[in-house]
């Protein structure tokens, strides 16, 4: 008994002493798990409702009878809440699935509101696939209430999450659709929302003066709000656009005035999305010491609170700084930008954003046909002026199309001349005749449009540094062996020389058109790697470096 009595002693201790380290919603949440009911509930909403999270200090008082799997459910999504915005997301996670289970039997918007926050919560963790599965439920619940407010938050979420995904040219889409439906609503906080959100993907997209102008909507929408908070992650946006648009000193300005805020408030990932702004536009202002001091900072809290999408850009900016200065430690970080971009973007990935397109294609679809049966009045005149627009789209589209085709085959006589040049380089010492090669031929229209293809493909995989034969022939749903047995019966040249030779043309383009560009972009938007394998490659084809290629044609314009 003297046994059993001391370790119950001692079970009291260290839970009393637990109490006292833990966070408070941490105890009052760990003492509801314990024992659920509506008085350690009352306990847990009274202390949210102090800390001003809760507009109620009961959140079930509007229920009459509410039974004991209502209020777990609650009190798990508000555990929820909070801890999202506190940025401890696994522990977000955690509440939101268990209140999950119980708000499946609950009313839609709840059930709607627990789907949202758990999307928001894997995005958050860079679990894209996750939280693309959970929106979608959240939206179909959403367009089945016809709450034009609940719906544009529905299209803003999808939207940002492919941005992060890395597919912000569908994000777009969804954020036009949102706009019209937080039009609709006429709510400022939610205009705010969908015009920063819009802001951020066009900047994402380089249409940097349309995310300007979205920026300062948000800006002038959230004025009204007197959402300090909010008003501040606006002003970051604007400058991350301000950068974009090289006006660095604006930048630097508006961030001044951020920074300290979120710094004192104690939001993390604000903060760190705001200090690698300041790194880029210290960099911008040829300040590298400062960038970096700041750059570091971001990588630090980004990797306390595991955000891979800020940590990677803060990478690739370490990296650009420190390339000439000290290229060992600039590899590192390119290796580390490297992994966590190998880390966010999978395969299953892109194979749910798409099958979430297409079913969102076929929702909008629906949505438009039963708006064009209660037009059956006009359909008459609807039927004549599709008639017209469509003769005038067959002329325009067979215009614009010649002109592409025009282009198109411009862009494919350079690269086959360039092979010819590549191929007679590398055959010096063969007779004349015996270089002449299968590029001397006319093409039929099915081969153009075969090496065309393969252009296009290599032009894509280079934003991914992920330009093989392998990857090529996997986009074109061919095998390697196939793959190159056509290349080398077109061109001559084997598979991995075209697409080397399409690398090079792009770069050759970038060095003419594009003087504030550096080496190391050049080489990074054409698919290398490695600047020194770039500038290997280009001197071997064109018998100059890049620097030297740039500098000759510079002296001779």
Not at 42 to 69: C, G, H, K, V
Not at 180 to 185: L, R
Not at 264 to 284: C, F, P, T, V
Request: contains cysteine.
């Amino acid at each position: 008994m003297g046994i059993s009595l001391r370790k119950i002693i001692l079970s009291v201790i260290i839970l009393l002493s637990l109490s006292v380290l833990a966070e408070p919603v941490d105890s009052l949440l760990e003492i509801f798990d314990r024992k659920p009911s509506l008085k350690t509930a009352d306990a847990f909403f009274a202390y949210l409702y102090e800390q001003e999270f809760t507009d109620e200090p009961r959140m079930y008082s509007n229920i009459p009878t509410p039974s004991i799997d209502t209020v777990k459910a609650l009190v798990w999504y508000w555990a929820g809440e909070w801890y999202y915005a506190t940025q401890q997301y696994p522990l977000a996670e955690k509440n939101l699935l268990r209140a999950l289970e119980l708000m499946k039997y609950a009313d839609r918007i709840s059930y709607s509101d627990n789907l949202a926050m758990l999307g928001l919560v894997e995005m958050r963790q860079s679990k894209y696939e996750e939280a693309l599965r959970y929106m979608h439920q959240c939206y179909d619940l959403d367009v089945q209430s016809g709450d034009a407010e609940r719906i544009s938050s529905s299209l803003n979420t999808i939207a940002g999450t492919l941005m992060a995904a890395g597919n912000p040219t569908e994000g777009i889409k969804y954020e036009l659709r949102a706009i019209e439906y937080a039009k609709k609503a006429g709510n400022p906080v939610r205009l705010a929302v969908v015009y920063g959100m819009a802001s951020e993907i066009e900047h994402t997209l380089h249409n940097d003066e349309k995310a300007l102008c979205y920026a300062d909507s948000a800006c002038i929408m959230e004025a009204t709000t007197g959402n300090m908070r909010k008003m501040m992650v606006r002003k970051s946006q604007k400058a991350s656009i301000l950068n974009g648009l090289k006006r660095y000193a604006e930048a630097v300005e508006i961030l001044e005035e951020v920074i300290p805020f979120f710094r004192e408030s104690g939001d993390r990932l604000s903060l760190a999305i705001s200090l690698n702004k300041m790194g880029i536009a210290m960099h911008g202002l040829d300040r590298a010491k400062q960038a970096l001091q700041y750059l570091y900072e971001a990588i630090d809290i980004c990797q306390q609170i595991g955000n891979l999408v800020n940590e990677a850009y803060a990478q690739r900016e370490v990296y650009e700084i420190l390339f000439k200065e000290s290229p060992e430690e600039a590899r590192s970080h390119l290796a580390r930008y490297h992994f966590l971009k190998d880390s966010l973007y999978s395969q299953a990935t892109a194979e749910q954003i798409a099958r979430f397109n297409a079913e969102f294609r076929v929702d909008e679809i629906e949505v438009e046909n039963s708006r064009l049966k209660k037009r059956d009045k006009m359909f008459a005149i609807v039927a004549a002026c599709v008639a017209l627009i469509l003769v005038v789209a067959v002329v325009v589209v067979t215009l614009l199309y010649r002109k592409r085709r025009k282009a198109i085959d411009g862009q494919l006589e350079a690269l086959m001349a360039e092979i010819n040049r590549f191929k007679t380089q590398e055959t010096q010492d063969v007779p004349t005749q015996e270089t002449k090669t299968n590029t001397d031929k006319t093409l039929s229209l099915a081969e153009r449009n075969f090496l065309e293809s393969i252009m296009a493909t290599t032009t894509c995989l280079m934003q991914t540094y992920s330009v093989t034969v392998e990857k090529v022939a996997e986009n074109l749903c061919l095998t390697p062996k196939t793959l190159n047995r056509k290349v080398m019966d077109l061109t001559g040249i084997s598979t991995k020389q075209y697409l080397l030779l399409i690398q090079l043309e792009q770069s050759r383009k970038i060095l003419l058109e594009d003087e504030e560009a550096t080496i190391v972009d050049v080489s990074l938007r054409c698919g290398f790697e490695n600047v020194n394998t770039f500038s290997t490659a280009f001197k071997r084809v064109y018998h100059l470096s890049p620097t030297e290629f740039r500098r000759k044609k510079q002296s001779s314009s």
